[in-house]
């Protein structure tokens, strides 16, 4: 078994993390005061090649696989987790299922708009009414002739403000279907914008769809399917999020090991105390084994094998790991740790989001528990 990365992947995240060092952590802290979103460096990323990493070359990808796009969105939001998920969004949540469930034609259509940047993407599940049990959705989908017209109302859409494009998951009279809804469609507009603990440089918002008429080959996958297309798209977004547990983390951890060297009390370092040692220990073995099952997760997806189980246990892990390592580093900064002159603050309220989105923790579980109880 080997643990290295190959060459290939070093590359992939040295480059990511220098641009996320260069371009992206700079303005990080003044972004989220702001709430100002990422789109400069979202386009920034797609010039690297960040955002068609899982896009085949033929499509104007960079065809990194879901490796290099772990690595990508760790790295992301070990710098900022509002542009990790802006990027995760896009990658895993768009890219991802156009490229595992489109027809060539949307593939030719939308992919290499995609990953140069040119089209922002976002995805449509949740609902008022339909969070963790996503299969009570209730937005409609009724066909007319050959288009489908939708309507109702879709909540908590990251990028849904800023989005060109997104996979909109409605009811119609065949079940559940996936559409890829054009935003500058007649009918598409944005509802009530939320106002977030965390993660405050990306955008949340409602989506309205009052009448808006999708011509019939934008049906992503088979009608009636859209659930297998919606839960196996969020097998990869869950190793996404896993991987910006990990980044949250690590910039969390490092920000700790600073402080510990620098801050003195007792007329020592506090790094110098068997407490904090033990912490900062703690910490990075937590670090350690999430990165591995989110690695594993992301390689099994690679490899075309099963990984709904492995998917649920990383983010499950990763996503509580992150916010056990954030909470020790604002503890490990004191006083300071509070305020809003250290980046701990914005990390211990970034991770918080990691165990609710894409699944809560308690769906992970779920998850996890239907699996074991299958086999
Ligand atoms: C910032 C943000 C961004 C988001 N981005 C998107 C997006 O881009 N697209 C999208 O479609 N959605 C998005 N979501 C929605 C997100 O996926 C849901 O919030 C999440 O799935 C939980 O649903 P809910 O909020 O309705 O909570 P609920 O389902 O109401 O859950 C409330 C509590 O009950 C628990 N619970 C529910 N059912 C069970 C059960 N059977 N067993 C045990 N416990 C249970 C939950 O774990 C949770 O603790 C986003 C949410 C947020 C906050």
Redesign the pocket.
Same mark, same amino acid.
């Given at each position: 078994m080997n643990f290295d990365l190959s060459e290939e992947l070093q590359m992939v995240r040295d480059s990511a993390r220098d641009f996320a060092d260069r371009v992206v952590a700079p303005t990080a802290d003044e972004r989220d005061r702001e709430h100002r979103f990422p789109m400069d460096e979202f386009k920034a990323a797609a010039e690297q090649g960040f955002c068609g990493a899982l896009v085949d070359e033929e499509f104007g990808g960079t065809q990194l696989g879901n490796m290099g796009n772990i690595l990508i969105v760790e790295e992301l939001s070990r710098a900022c987790a509002s542009t990790g *998920?802006t990027v995760s969004?896009h990658n895993s949540?768009v890219t991802s299922p156009l490229k595992r469930h489109g027809t060539d034609e949307q593939k030719q259509a939308y992919l290499p708009r995609l990953a140069a940047g040119e089209l922002l993407g /976002?995805? /449509?599940? %949740?609902e008022a009414d /339909?969070? %963790?049990?996503?299969a009570a959705l209730r937005c409609k989908a009724t066909r007319d002739g050959d288009d489908w017209i939708l309507s109702g109302a879709?909540?908590? @859409? #990251? %990028? +849904?403000k800023q989005a060109d494009l997104i996979v909109v998951f409605a009811l119609a009279q065949e079940g559940v279907t996936a559409f890829i809804v054009e935003t500058a469609s007649d009918g598409f507009s944005v509802g009530k914008v939320?106002e977030?603990l965390g @993660?405050r440089s990306?955008s #949340?918002v409602e989506i309205l769809l009052d009448n808006v008429r999708v011509p019939g080959n934008r049906v992503l996958g088979s009608v009636g399917k859209g659930l297998h297309v919606a839960f196996d798209t969020l097998d990869g977004g869950r190793v996404g999020i896993a991987a910006q547990s990990l980044g949250i983390a690590q910039a969390a951890f490092d920000a700790s090991v600073k402080y510990a060297q620098e801050r003195e009390q007792f007329g020592k370092a506090i790094g110098r105390f068997q407490a904090i040692q033990f912490k900062l220990a703690n910490m990075s073995a937590d670090i350690a084994g999430a990165r591995l099952l989110t690695y594993r997760a992301a390689m099994l997806r690679d490899q075309g094998r099963p990984h709904t189980l492995e998917a649920a246990q990383a983010k499950l892990v990763a996503s509580q790991m992150c916010n056990r390592v954030a909470d020790e580093a604002v503890q490990i900064h004191g006083g300071a740790g509070y305020t809003t002159e250290f980046p701990v603050a914005r990390y211990f309220r970034d991770a918080r @989001?990691t165990e @609710?989105?894409? +699944? #809560?923790?308690? *769906?992970q579980?779920?998850v996890i528990a239907r699996q074991l109880m299958a086999g």
């Open positions: *998920v969004v949540l /976002a995805y /449509a599940l %949740s /339909a969070g %963790s049990d996503a879709k909540l908590w @859409i #990251t %990028s +849904g939320e977030k @993660i990306s #949340t @989001i @609710i989105y894409e +699944g #809560t923790s308690e *769906v579980q779920l």
